[in-house]
């Protein structure tokens, strides 16, 4: 295992400045090698692997609105990589590890926080499921443990343990290597490398059409203009659907709004990263002292950024209920984002029937934790034409072999 | 500490009371009717706390919502970590400080009860003055159902801090008058204290209305502290009014540096003067209001400072016979002090430059950039805004559906505009709901507005101190400066979005309220580019910070998530069951004896089903009755086998597959009649297969007849397992003839008890003998004593879940959920017995036929021995090849599945466990590894069937 971050930092701590420099504003040229659809994290990160890895930088990152305003600025900002496939555990393990040396990569203060996440077990299912998951992890290498509620208590104060609640915490999975990072800092940190090495990010450029000859991709059509490509990869998120049926190619995803909501800036109380699927919460204390708290998915698909409050007032229950020294905390502010969501939960990622158009997408939940990791293959995928080991079994085709990646996890249903 | 600078009458506190507080551990006083800020600067002190990153002295710059100077943390009598001073009501014992920047969560309990009440309404009129208070008269006279809300303590908005007159009388008698009318209209709800903080689609907006922190130690108990209300409208008017905007200039941040309406409502609202000596710095005509009133009310005005070049001519003249001198062309450059300002720096202004200036002592300094509508709440309805080059602010740019802005909200400048307006829009939200306004329908006179002189848009003055706008304060509560924007700028970013995110502007306590729009308008200018194409930030709810506690409201501890019991539930605990959570069950889990652990408990408890007669309260277990000449025809859809086959008077087992083939539940069918079926799904299932029935038959196949009802609280279900459960079923029921042959396995029979309906149905979750009885649940203590009192020749014995589980594991029958996870096919557990070959197609069929249900290496249920037959093996433990050396690898070890059941065995007379396992029937007689606490633990693979498998058991 990596040391933790090497630069500890306290919540509450002031933010470090950004740099007085991050990216040109450059006017689309006539093609590239490689044009990225969606400047959201998953695109930028691509951007700069193809660069630094791949050496390819005649590359345009498309944003139809501004960079990294999606989802990648609308996240609770969790990394972690216990999950409990041997897939997905390596690629967000591949992700983690990159995330250990990602604020020396891009040279950028990301505040990647290694403070550990709790995922809590409230009923006997609950724990099977945990322990089946920590078991997968060890065996795979990833750290992870399971911890008695005593234990929970001990790195979490604050989450209530005692037995006459609800639902009372019967023990936890803990991943000590997991944490937290400044979502912003870490788009910006990859889109100033990418700019940096001369690749084009331009904004406010919508993607309307493509252009093809047989079943090669020859460019794109743009609010700004038509620009040729070599080659074309769609990191549109839940609108990867919307340009794939531009081409004739279906991909399922379901586009859902997810809400998140922080506090006001508070004095440190909570060390650590909980989550908890049955008293549904995922929270933090981000640096400057705001609870980031996630809720849950609105039912209805859509991709309007917001969602319905009686989710937030569930949540707020929910928080309370598993904290109540969050009773008195004020919600500031509500927002929603879109998880486009795959049949089996995982992402779908690879080659397409067009021979040089690649997709990602379908990344639901995990899309931030895995940028790094979905950045530096995806560029693989991409400069060799081939996927990478750790995209491979994420592939479209999937849903039509039927070798699925089944992440909704046990349906905890009880007899 | 005294309060000099209380006006000698005025205002409306209660003068003849006097409450006493505490702030920073100084004690003060003040009155009922006063705000904590109030009390504090008729002390005399602006100062509040000190800035989060630059400890800068901050104090009070507004009166209400809007203030971003003034954050406090109240610690009695009720501890909250971050309010803003100008809006909490000072009660005796208040004790408070100053916040830099972050608050602290009190660790006592919030044992204060908060709740939630929904409303519907024709007409919700948010803020109640002059606009909002017209519309909610309109509407009521009509005689529609109205709910008026406002967040101040009470109504009449900016009048309230003025001295406008209506009917050639004081304009507050008016809203006295108004407040009277709407309290006699039974149809009006009207509430004070009470935020609007989010608005929805469809009329929906919220409002938090804090109902008891005023009364102080006076609150009644009962009361909820906070109330939210979820109202929904059919027509929505937004009548929020306006927040003044500043003008950023050089050390702007000052305490005693405030708007310039502020200091107008801390006069007539709260008869507080702000200072002694005054210096107004403006760019239009609202704030020389404020300079001549605080001038009539004793306040030395130094000058009024108008960035227009030519001022304006009318009130100009009005200050000069008041003695007050105006200097026209003129800004306010800077400022000098420290905790509390003391010169104003003024110099001539013209074409944007900034000429040579002079220091006017003052030791108030208010501001005046024009007024921002609060569009909040239009736009978190997702409402368009459009830029208003005159008044220098976004004003709502499209009508929406159901929901109109009127007032100052709307860019409306004077009052009799405002009444008219609100008159108006109530009059169009009538129309729309078809409501007739009523006859008599009169507005007060409001005096003829007098036109002003154009504003003059102006967000920050040039910074001539040096300090190149760092010290120019866009947003206060973030540290944030003219400079901030000027590096965002010049780091390549054009979005305001980003802008925000690079200097964190708007991001604090007041969400940008006095913020936003400046930030929009610096960028605009440093990019050069149309304000209207920089925008603004996305407008979120809430409007202002709502505790987690008033959301969570009565879904806290035990009625966090309905608890459901069965109606034998006191039985069980007089048992002395131990419960175990499933789903929102309560169930009985085991029934220890004195000195029985759970494992000697179920081991008594699956010997006696075994041996002699176990009863279980299966109660739980979900029940839905399908009912319609197409009810076979939607079962055969969503069952992996055929049910349209099954005889009245029979039973079957079935399956269900989700699209992917892979089982989501199973249960028994019993045929009642030839269009009615009675469902039984798992106890977790329950919902979401009822759910998952009405989707398809809604949806998918809308012309199917057939309807899906949850009966599952309708019968309670009491499984009589055991060779001798033949003896007391029979016992008690003598009108059924329970021989084998006469009610065979896996059918049902209707009889009664003392007159009551009771069902049985020959079913078995355990491989034994059994009996399923069902009767309404009012009957059931009386029928389960029955049963009782019969088997106690036999030693009947209760059993929980963990029993039932037992018997059922070695049996080799899955549990949905605990066995399998989402991927597992009929197949997999070796049910392909249950999947239809004749049925042209079910739920799931297509996916049976992909390549990787093909796949030999699946993983399949398959049962483990310990070879040690010691070891009960963890629940969840990974499974690998067996290891010769019996030690683990580095990792990455492939996996070959997991344990998903695992008990000891009375039967067996050792632990078995059940297993997903990679190609596990080929593997049966092999030897694996399962690691346990860092050991090998070689165990057997075997069949899933350990007890019983030729199947003797069941007939008796």
């Given amino acids: 295992m990596r040391p933790r971050s090497s630069t500890p930092r306290t919540p509450g701590a002031d933010l470090p400045e950004h740099p007085d420099f991050l990216w040109r504003n450059p006017e689309p040229k006539r093609s590239y090698d490689v044009v990225i659809v969606g400047g959201g994290g998953h695109g930028l990160a691509t951007a700069h692997y193809l660069a630094k890895n791949h050496g390819i930088t005649n590359v345009a990152v498309l944003e139809k609105g501004w960079l990294a305003g999606g989802n990648m600025a609308r996240n609770t900002t969790i990394i972690r990589s216990n999950y409990l496939w041997d897939e997905s555990s390596a690629i967000y393990e591949h992700a983690l590890k990159l995330w250990e040396g990602l604020e020396e990569d891009l040279g950028y203060p990301i505040l990647f926080s290694q403070r550990g996440v709790l995922n809590l077990a409230h009923s006997l299912q609950d724990v099977r499921d945990s322990v089946r998951r920590v078991e997968a992890n060890k065996l795979n290498g990833v750290d992870a443990e399971w911890l008695e509620p005593d234990e929970v208590r001990k790195i979490c104060p604050i989450v209530n343990t005692s037995t006459d609640i609800r639902y009372p915490v019967l023990g936890a999975t803990y991943q000590p290597r997991a944490g937290i990072a400044k979502h912003d800092y870490v788009a910006w940190g990859f889109a100033r490398r990418a700019d940096e090495a001369g690749i084009d990010l331009i904004q406010d450029c919508a993607v309307t059409g493509f252009a093809t000859d047989g079943n090669r991709v020859t460019g794109v059509q743009t609010t700004r203009g038509t620009i040729g490509a070599g080659k074309v990869a769609l990191c549109a998120a839940g609108h990867t659907s919307v340009l794939t049926d531009l081409l004739g ?167 | 500490m005294t309060s000099p600078f209380r006006t000698p009458q005025g205002g409306r506190v209660d003068r003849a009371t006097t409450v006493e507080f505490t702030f920073d551990g100084q004690a003060f006083t003040g009155h009922p009717g006063d705000t904590l800020a109030s009390a504090l600067l008729a002390a005399g002190r602006h100062q509040i706390a000190t800035s989060i990153s630059l400890g800068r002295p901050r104090g009070i710059a507004a009166a209400w919502a809007e203030d971003p100077g003034g954050l406090v943390q109240v610690e009695e009598p009720f501890p909250e970590p971050m309010l803003l001073a100008t809006t909490v009501e000072l009660a005796d014992g208040l004790v408070a400080h100053g916040l830099p920047g972050q608050g602290r969560l009190a660790e006592i309990p919030d044992s204060a009860r908060y709740d939630a009440v929904h409303h519907h309404v024709d007409v919700l009129v948010v803020g109640a003055g002059p606009a909002g208070l017209a519309a909610a008269l309109t509407a009521a006279r009509a005689g529609a159902r109205v709910a008026l809300v406002d967040e101040q303590s009470e109504a009449g908005g900016s009048l309230l801090a003025g001295t406008e007159r209506l009917d050639d009388a004081p304009a507050l008698q008016w809203v006295a008058a108004a407040v009277a009318e709407l309290a006699d209209h039974p149809e009006v709800l009207h509430l004070q204290r009470a935020t609007a903080f989010g608005s929805y689609d469809d009329g929906f907006v919220l409002a938090l209305e804090r109902r008891t922190d005023h009364l102080g130690a006076a609150a009644p108990r009962h009361l909820s502290r906070q109330r939210v209300w979820r109202f929904r409208a059919r027509s929505v008017v937004v009548a929020t009014g306006a927040h003044e905007r500043p003008v950023v200039f050089a050390d702007n941040d000052r305490p005693g540096i405030m708007l310039a309406g502020a200091a107008r409502t801390f006069l007539h609202r709260y008869g507080v003067l702000p200072g002694r000596e005054a210096v107004v710095f403006t760019t239009n005509d609202s704030a020389y209001d404020s300079a001549l009133d605080l001038h009539r009310a004793g306040v030395r005005v130094q000058a009024v400072v108008d960035a227009r070049p030519e001022g304006s ?112 829009v109530a009059r169009a939200a009538l129309s729309a709901l078809a409501i007739a306004p009523a006859a008599d329908d009169r507005l007060p006179a409001a005096p003829e507005p007098v036109v002003p002189s154009a504003p003059l848009v102006l967000w920050r003055v040039p910074d001539t101190s040096g300090a190149e706008g760092s010290t120019s304060f866009v947003d206060l509560q973030r540290d944030a400066t003219v400079a901030d924007i000027a590096r965002a700028v010049g780091a390549g970013l054009r979005s305001i979005e980003h802008v925000k995110r690079y200097t964190t502007i708007g991001t604090a306590h007041d969400q940008g309220k006095t913020s936003g729009v400046l930030t929009s308008g610096i960028t605009a200018e440093l990019l050069g580019v149309p304000v209207q194409d920089t925008g603004t930030t996305t407008f979120r709810p809430p409007y202002t910070p709502v505790a987690f506690a008033a959301l969570a409201g009565r879904d806290r501890g035990r009625l966090f998530d309905p608890e459901r019991v069965t109606a034998l539930h006191d039985w069980h605990v007089t048992a002395g069951a131990v419960f175990e959570d499933v789903g929102q069950w309560k169930r009985p889990r085991y029934y220890p004896r004195p000195g029985e652990d759970m494992e000697a408990a179920v081991l008594r408890e699956c010997a006696a089903a075994r041996t002699g007669v176990g ?190 589980h037992v018997l059922r594991a070695e049996k080799g029958y899955p549990i949905i959920g605990q066995d399998t996870d989402g991927t597992v096919t009929p197949q997999d557990l070796g049910m392909g017995w249950a999947v239809s070959k004749k049925k042209p197609d079910f739920v799931g069929k297509r996916s049976f036929a992909r390549v990787e249900n093909q796949n030999p290496l699946r993983k399949q249920l398959v049962g483990l021995l310990p070879v040690d037959r010691r070891t009960v093996l963890p629940e969840g433990s990974q499974i690998v090849e067996f290891r010769a050396d019996g030690q683990l690898p580095p990792p990455p070890v492939p996996m070959l599945g997991h344990v998903t059941s695992s008990y000891r065995s009375a039967a067996l007379a050792r632990p078995f466990a059940l297993a997903l396992v990679k190609g596990g029937r080929s593997r049966i007689g092999d030897t694996v590894h399962v690691p346990v606490n860092g050991t090998l633990v070689p165990v057997e693979v075997t069949g899933s069937v350990l007890v019983d498998p030729e199947g003797a058991r069941r007939d008796g």
Wanted: proline share 6%; glycine share 10%.
């Fill in chain 2, 615 to 804: 009863i279980l309260d299966g109660s739980t277990l979900g029940k839905i009755d399908v009912q319609g000449p197409d009810a076979a025809v939607l079962l055969d859809r969503l069952y992996t086998n055929l049910m349209s086959s099954l005889k009245v008077g029979s039973v079957r087992y079935g399956v269900m597959c989700g699209v992917d083939g892979m089982v989501i539940d199973d249960g028994t069918v019993l045929r009642l009649a030839e269009d009615r079926f009675l469902v039984l799904t798992t106890t977790g299932g329950a919902a979401k297969i009822l759910d998952w029935m009405e989707e398809w038959a809604q949806t998918e196949w809308p012309d199917l007849r057939v309807h899906c009802t949850s009966v599952t609280e309708q019968w309670v279900t009491f499984p009589v397992v055991g060779p001798r459960s033949r003896d007391v079923v029979g016992a008690v029921f003598p009108q059924v003839d329970v021989a084998n042959e006469a009610f065979p396995f896996m059918t049902w029979r209707d009889t009664t008890l003392d007159g009551v309906p009771v069902r049985l149905a020959r079913i078995s979750f355990s491989g034994e003998l059994a009996f399923e009885v069902y009767v309404n649940p009012w009957y059931a203590v009386a029928v389960w004593q029955r049963l009782l009192e019969a088997g106690r020749p036999y030693g009947i014995t209760p059993y929980g879940t963990e029993t039932m």
């Fill in chain 2, 313 to 424: 001519p009318r009130r100009r003249e009005e200050c000069e016979r008041a003695g007050i001198r105006v200097l026209a062309g003129a800004v306010v450059t800077g400022t000098r002090g420290v905790e509390r300002v003391t010169h104003a720096l003024v110099a001539p202004f013209a074409d944007g430059e900034v000429g040579a200036g002079s220091a006017i002592a003052c030791d108030v300094l208010l501001v005046s950039g024009g007024w921002n509508p609060a569009v909040h709440l239009f736009s978190q309805a997702r409402g368009r805004l459009r830029y208003d080059a005159a008044l220098g602010a976004f004003v709502p740019g499209e009508e929406l559906d159901g929901l109109s802005v009127t007032g100052s909200a709307a860019g409306v400048p004077d009052l009799a505009g405002c009444l008219a307006d609100g008159q108006r």
């Fill in chain 1, 249 to 415: 190619i279906r991909v399922p995803v379901q586009s859902h709004p997810l809400q998140a909501l922080v506090s006001e800036l508070l004095e440190p109380v909570h060390p650590t990263v909980v989550m908890s699927n049955a008293v549904h919460v995922y929270v933090s204390q981000a640096h400057k002292g705001e609870l980031v708290m996630g809720a849950g998915v609105d039912s209805y698909n859509g991709y309007g950024q917001r969602g319905a409050f009686h989710i937030i007032e569930r949540q707020m229950a929910a928080a309370v209920e598993l904290f109540p020294v969050f009773a008195r905390a004020h919600l500031l502010r509500t927002w929603a984002g879109i998880v486009d969501v795959s049949p089996d939960a995982s992402p779908i990622v690879g080659r397409t029937p067009y021979d040089n158009l690649y997709l990602n997408c379908g990344w639901g939940t995990g899309g931030f934790k895995a940028t790094p990791g979905i950045g530096w293959a995806l560029a693989h995928t991409i400069a060799s034409d081939e996927p990478h080991p750790y995209v491979a079994p994420f592939s479209l085709d999937r849903f039509v072999t039927g070798a699925l990646v089944d992440e909704h996890g046990a349906a905890a249903v009880a007899h």
